[in-house]
């Protein structure tokens, strides 16, 4: 294996390529070992250190950047989004991520239906700005929200319509370009190129006339081939042409060179028009292999995509509660596997006939009444998702073994399909494992993931199997790499593929556009083997670092069986972090985190586009600290420190990660793990026992209320507690809830646990300090139905010491603190859970740490047994509506309701709700907010620190939707979110309890 020349030592090196950087361009130059580490993995099982990261701001800085590098011996390796799969964007160079500044659509042409680009720009973005033209860039991957348009190119990337539209090859027009030597060049029609261009062009056409028969008799002729070098452009060997006028463009060679022939400064596209309509045919089969059959047939019906769902997907789906009716829907009786068949166009009359065509086809292939047809785009896009989704289970497999990509992407033609998975599957059980199948069967790219151990045996079952796979698609005339790219997994199977002359040709190739190994070098041709351990992420041998946790990890402790996918009792995996460790390992670095859609993750990337502001640069940041590789102490660090910095525990990634990567949790175990080896501030002091002094601050506000009125008083509270003179803080009032409740008509513990209706009411320490207002509105709601409430050591009146759920304890690293307040809130309230009665709560970080945190801090049945009754005060209504024990008079809505969703209301599923009960005021008009984090998170947001960061995140979205309804109503159930928009936008948000509370026309049954 030949490695890129090191002219210098390598300290000496990466010092002299980072003073350069940082004195010659505008760009974020990023050397120190966390960074490096951060960008040392894609998507794949691979990690290499590159010797410095760098962020170019500009074009200029790119071009700079090329030429330093190139000048101090340091190879350079581009990256986008890094979520590729198989290491392409992984090694010892400059890495130069164009993602976070060199993302402008420079151009749309929409009559020519052509769009220039910058590298950086990921394609939902740039799909978001076509749309209002009728246009879109088809090549749809499923990593839409992260993959950039660079690296897309790079890859050669395909998305599930690729019968209809091709991949990228298909649909770049143009490239501008640096190569290695720093030149710019123009990449387009042969026709139109420049001189040097030209020279270009005529050497790769020399190449592929002396290799003519050998191209002839070795390509695999298929849409989907992506490996090696596209010397095919003079002689095209795909199913689908690559241009349409049957002319030669040289930009095509630059597609799926990963990065080892030029730097792309700017690509042009061939956008296509927006289908007006889709439907969805869902095919039912008794067995797999005859969806495998059917797939030749069903392609001459013409259809965008053909997508395969298998056996273990369906169930997956089905045992997921929120995706069973959906996937119900979709099937006949108990299918072996279901295709997605769908028919895009504008008119949907053609559209039902092509729908009923396919259904007469089953008939014919002796599958009557197998389809179920979807005409409405609402069933088809829960159907989709469901697609997804199923995959993302499929990958949050707990334990050491973990579904590997190698050979996922191995297409054969479509009358081999049926023979080729049968034949695979045999092989996956020879090596006791199994596969799922899904994805792209229109084009016969299924992908599959064996479940391997790469720190035991998983190298060498990998081989075993890549070798048994590669038999099998040379039998079936088919491509090693159909989808993925070559990167480190596949590059020694180019040569296998095109034979030892092709690759030499690639291997001219490569030296004439790059004689110094400058890009990327040893990918495609010149590779390293697919298995040395070297260069895994986790090698045999890996270890990490012992420790003794707060919190519970134990269900990550497990080891699973790669045959059944069953996974060992919790603890029994061996982790000398008690399942810490294995919890972070969760993160696979597939980077669907890099998001900007409606959901909530992850709001500090939002904001700040850095990797080391991500749920994975986060995640990476631990795993690198806990198996040592940044120093024996990291864990309790300042890198850790810093990627955790900006987290806001909104977990987010909790619910959208795809393996339920917790980083919220993760944090708060960081912070008590740093607590006890460093201690902690004032500041986090008085904030962690707010609960323990609230109740006697609030007998002098006139007091706690001074730093806010008396000049210079805030200003000095920034300097010595780090509190922002720029907030206000929580005003304090003398009407707590506490001091209210004698006067309430709360029912005793005896009245509630006997009574027909009964709730308990948690009252935490901020809307009972703070705004009782919204504690008492809940109880008349409550009261108004009926209910004998009871305010669970809410109070003083009845000598017990308020409860709390020890969230702002967590917060501060005081973990054993929160323990003993979890503890004491479980006594108080286990009689009422033990009666079945629930436990009602307002603030949703408080009442949901119940749900959450108290079950992982050891503390037992009993908290599972709370955690079972706690609701919130929206669930809760929801439920005895539906029960039919609740039904409220309420007035007529005045105002249209827009609501904002706590994050972790979003991170539990728990928002309908809120839209649900305001619904049930006559006329109201609600619709909820499509906001990530309000940015406020706790204290977060009253930090100097942290104070700007927190009002960018509330002026992503939240604010700007606020802004944009002054007529109306806003309503939030979190404290800092209403105290945000307070601040951001001035304006009054109030909780759900209130609204119900002002809208009660008199007592309901
Ligand atoms: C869960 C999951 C699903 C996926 N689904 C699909 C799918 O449906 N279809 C599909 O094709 N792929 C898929 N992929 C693979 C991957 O997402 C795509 O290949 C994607 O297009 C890569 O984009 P990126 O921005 O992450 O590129 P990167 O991973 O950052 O880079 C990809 C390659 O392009 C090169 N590159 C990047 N920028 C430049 C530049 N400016 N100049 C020159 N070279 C450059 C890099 O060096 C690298 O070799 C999937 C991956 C995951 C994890
Ligand atoms: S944190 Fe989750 S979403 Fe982000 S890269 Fe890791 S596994 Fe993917
Ligand atoms: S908890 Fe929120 S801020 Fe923290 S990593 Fe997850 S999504 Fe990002």
Redesign the pocket.
């Known amino acids: 294996m030949s490695r890129a020349p090191m002219k210098k030592p390598a300290n000496e090196q990466a010092n002299e390529l980072a003073r350069r950087l940082t004195g010659e361009t505008g760009g974020e130059v990023l050397f120190d070992d966390a960074s490096r580490g951060r960008y040392a993995t ?2 794949s099982i691979y990690q290499i250190t590159p010797v410095g990261v760098f962020v170019p701001r500009t074009e200029r800085d790119v071009a700079t950047a090329i030429d330093v590098a190139r000048s101090v011996g340091t190879p350079v ?9 198989c290491g ?2 992984t090694g010892a160079a400059l890495v ?1 991520d ?2 976070k500044h ?1 993302r402008r659509v420079l151009h749309i042409d929409t009559q020519a239906a052509v769009a220039e680009v910058e ?2 720009i ?2 939902d973005a740039l799909n978001a700005q076509l749309k209002p033209h009728g246009l879109w860039f088809p ?5 839409s929200a ?15 319509r690729s019968i209809a539209y091709g ?2 090859v298909h649909n770049v027009l143009g490239i501008d ?1 640096w190569l290695a030597d720093g030149s710019e060049a123009s990449f387009g029609p042969v026709e139109r190129l420049g001189e040097r261009e030209r020279g270009i062009a005529e050497m790769v056409r020399q190449l592929a006339l002396a290799q003519r028969d050998e191209i002839e008799a070795r390509w695999p002729k298929l849409l989907r081939r ?1 490996g090696g070098y596209n010397l095919d452009i003079f002689q095209p060997q795909s199913e689908r042409p690559y241009t349409s006028d049957g002319s030669v463009n040289l930009a095509h060679l ?1 597609v799926g ?4 022939l ?4 700017r690509l042009t596209l061939k956008l296509a028009p927006l289908p007006r309509a889709r439907v969805l045919g869902v095919v039912n089969f008794p067995t797999f292999r005859a969806a495998m059959d059917a797939a030749q047939h069903i392609v001459r019906l013409a259809p965008s995509a053909v997508e395969l769902v298998d056996r273990t997907m369906i169930e997956l789906s089905r045992a997921n509660p929120a995706f069973r009716p959906t996937i119900e829907s979709a099937l006949v009786g108990a299918p072996d596997a279901i295709l997605l068949v769908e028919f895009a166009g504008d008119d949907p009359a053609a559209l039902q006939q092509r729908l009923r065509a396919l259904v007469e086809l089953m008939g014919d292939l002796r599958l009557p009444d197998s389809v179920v047809e979807m005409t409405a785009d609402a069933p088809q896009k829960a159907l989709w998702d469901v697609r997804k989704a199923g ?1 993302n289970i499929m ?1 949050s497999l707990k334990g050491d073994g973990k579904p590997v ?1 190698f050979i996922e ?1 191995c297409a054969v033609p479509l009358e081999h399909l049926a023979e080729y998975t049968a034949a695979l599957t045999e092989v996956f059980r020879k090596h006791g494992s199994r596969g799922t199948w899904y ?2 069967a229109s084009v016969g790219t299924l992908h599959v993931r064996p479940i391997l151990d790469m720190r035991r045996d998983g190298a060498t079952k990998m081989r075993a199997i890549a070798e048994e796979a590669a038999e099998l698609v040379r039998k079936f005339k088919g491509a090693y790499s159909g ?3 070559d ?1 480190l997994c596949r590059g020694e199977w180019v040569q296998w593929q095109f034979g030892p002359r092709l690759n030499d040709a690639f291997r001219a190739i490569k030296r004439q556009l790059d004689p110094g190994n400058v ?2 070098p040893n ?1 495609i041709v010149d590779t390293p083997n697919m298995d040395d351990a070297r260069l895994f992420r986790f090698p045999p041998g890996y270890k990490t670092i012992a420790l003794t946790p707060v919190f519970d990890w134990s269900p990550w402790n497990v080891q699973n069986d790669p045959a059944t996918e069953t996974t060992s009792p919790p603890g029994s995996g061996g982790d000398n972090t008690a399942g810490f460790a294995k919890a972070v390992e969760m993160c ?5 985190c890099r998001k900007f859609d409606a959901g909530t993750m992850c709001p500090s990337f939002r904001v700040t586009r850095d990797e080391q502001h991500l749920t994975r640069g986060r995640a990476n940041t631990l795993r690198l600290a806990l198996s040592g590789q940044l120093g024996a102490q990291a864990l309790t660090g300042d890198a850790v420190r810093d990627a955790l910095d900006l987290c806001v525990g909104c977990k987010g990634c909790r619910r959208d990660c ?1 393996t339920g990567v917790d980083m919220a949790k993760m944090k708060l175990e960081v912070l008590a793990q740093r607590r006890r080896v460093r201690g902690g501030s004032l500041a986090e002091t008085l904030i962690a026992r707010l609960p323990d002094y609230a109740h006697a601050a609030s007998a002098v506000p006139w007091l706690m209320n001074l730093r806010d009125r008396v000049p210079g008083l805030a200003a000095l509270s920034e300097k010595l507690l780090g509190l922002s003179s720029r907030r206000s803080l929580p005003r304090w009032r003398r009407d707590t809830f506490a001091r209210l409740a004698p006067r309430l008509g709360l029912a005793s513990r005896d009245e509630t646990l006997n009574a027909a209706k009964s709730a308990v009411l948690f009252v935490d320490t901020f809307n009972g300090t703070f705004e009782s207002g919204n504690a008492v509105a809940a109880l008349r709601v409550l009261q108004a139905a009926g209910y004998a409430v009871h305010a669970a050591g809410a109070n003083t009146a009845d000598g017990q010491a308020a409860l709390c759920c020890g969230r702002t304890y967590l917060a501060a690293g005081r973990a054993e603190e929160a323990k003993a307040k979890a503890r004491q809130l479980i006594e108080a309230l286990l009689p009422f859970a033990q009666r079945g009665i629930a436990i009602v709560g307002l603030e949703p970080s408080c009442l949901l740490t119940l749900r959450d945190e108290m079950l992982a801090m050891g503390l037992g049945a009993d908290a599972a047994l709370i955690a079972e009754h706690a609701l919130l005060f929206e669930e809760f209504l929801v439920r005895e509506v539906r029960a039919g024990r609740f039904t409220p008079r309420l007035k007529a809505a005045t105002q249209p309701m827009r609501v904002h969703g706590h994050c972790h209301q979003k991170a539990f599923g728990a928002i309908q709700p809120v839209l649900e009960v305001l619904r049930l005021i006559p006329g109201a008009d609600v619709s909820l907010i499509e906001s990530s984090c309000c940015g406020m998170a706790g204290s977060f947001g009253y930090e100097a620190s942290h104070h700007e960061i927190s009002m960018q995140m509330a002026e992503l979205s939240l604010l700007p939707a606020v802004r944009a309804a002054p007529d109306a109503l806003i309503v939030a159930d979190g404290t800092s979110c209403r105290h945000q928009i307070a601040d951001g936008a001035g304006r009054e948000a109030v909780h759900v309890a209130r609204v119900l509370a002002d809208h009660l026309l008199n007592r309901a049954s």
């Open positions: 894609d998507a390796l581009a990256r986008g989004g890094g979520s590729s799969q392409q964007t130069i164009t993602s060199l590298p950086g990921v394609l090549v749809d991957v499923s990593t992260q993959a950039t348009l660079g690296g897309m190119a790079g890859n050669n990337s395909c998305g599930s991949n990228m370009a992506v630059l060179s990963e990065g080892t030029a730097f792309t400064r995959l990958m990509s992407d994805a792209h989808e993925h790219g990167g890009l990327n990918r696979n670095n597939n980077g669907h795809p």
